[in-house]
């Protein structure tokens, strides 16, 4: 099947390359509201509205009013929102203007690219160079221990019992007393400089695969791009729980696969499905024992 | 397409700019790495939540610790995570007057930022003061 012909198959469904991730942009605001109050009313409706219309899905309007949401939501509390904020009125922007083209598909692959290729980029930036306890190790022993959504993957890779995570708290928190010492477990202390580096190698991985202009140096190589950040995504919010910013990631993604590519699409929606059942599902404690009685 | 050729890189150029904007707050006015739309996020051990605000009212004779006042929260937040000088003093002098209006012999606010650090290696925690700044009542004017 010919590009053109798989691109007419593709409009006709639900894998239309086009509507696919604006499809999968409104179902992460319907699955990970953001905002409260009316702001969060508006992301709601809209999100509703742009996914049952027939039709709204391709108005550059809807998009253009969920971008002044998100740009109201990032100005009005300014400097507090999470970068998600930030990522979310970049992205509706990027598809806000794809639509009112002539080839929206062509301008959304290359936001979709360009954004994600920037934002691993800057993530990367920070954790190598510019923060000063990310290398060291310090801020992964540190987040698994005081952040209670990393305790299943702190008991289970870690080795840490619920005793042992409330005694590294209380001394992290500096109510264990002057004199006392954090001892922490050698399979502890791997399973978190493991996790350092998977970061630290596959954040500027993900980086250098989205920005360098692969299709024209290396047409082969292109794949390496989708197979980044679908491991990415799989791996890294397995343990970090911050599901709307990895779907936000997962849209751009899918964005910028060729109309004939369709399993390459599945393979997005595959892994968007997986980080809704990690966000659903305490997987770790499938493997932890249970708390007696 | 051609006419919208100069809007292709609208998005992609916002990003950069707001977050060499967040590298330069966060390097040159103490932002924290966490907020600012960089993506220093899960970089770093200085949250918001490593920083944290004492207060102390003064009145002829006697000075008072204080917890900042339910209806001050979202404003302290806000300058924990950016506490320039300016956004501390303008925080500093809206409980004075506050706390004035409660107790007219009210004379000064001292307010103080404290930043948890922590030791390489070890983890432990090092308290230190990052910034101190006060209202008195001739600063509120009127």
Known sequence: MGVDAANRADRAGWLDPVELPLRMTLAALLLRPVGSGPLRAGFLTLAVLGLVVPGLLRRSTLWALLTALAAFRVIEDWPLPDNHAYLLGYWCLAITLALRTGEPQAMLALNGRLLIGLVFAFAALWKLVLSPDFWSGDFMRFTWIVDERFEGVARLFGGMDPAMLDNAR??????????????????????????????????????????????RVRPAWVGVRDASLLVFCATVYAVAPVPGFAWLLLAMGAAQVPGDRRRMHFGYLLVYGLILAYQEIQWTSWFLPRAPG | ??????????????????????????????????????????????????????????????????????????????????????????????LL???????????????????????PGTLAPIESLAREVHAEAHDLGG
Request: no cysteine; net charge positive.
């Open chain 1, 170 to 215: 209380a001394f992290l928190a500096g109510a264990a007393g002057g004199d006392s010492v954090l001892t922490l477990s050698g399979r502890f202390l791997r399973a978190t400089w493991l996790s350092t580096l998977w970061t630290a190698l596959i954040e500027p991985m993900v980086a250098l695969a989205f920005l360098l202009p692969l299709a």
């Open chain 2, 1 to 94: 397409m051609r006419r919208w050729r100069p809007l292709r890189l609208v998005a992609p150029a916002l990003l950069v700019l707001v977050a060499s904007l967040q590298i330069v707050l966060a390097t040159l006015a103490d932002l924290s790495p966490w907020l600012g739309g960089g993506f220093g996020m899960f970089a770093t051990i200085d949250s918001r939540s490593e920083r944290h605000l004492v207060l102390y009212v003064d009145s002829p004779g006697l000075t008072r610790q204080i917890r900042v006042p339910e209806d001050f929260e979202d404003w302290a937040t806000r300058v924990r995570v950016l506490p320039t000088r300016s956004r501390l003093r303008a925080f500093a002098k809206a």
């Open chain 2, 97 to 119: 007057a506050r706390e004035r209006a409660r107790i007219p012999g009210v004379t000064r606010v001292r307010l103080e930022l404290w930043r948890n650090r922590r030791a």
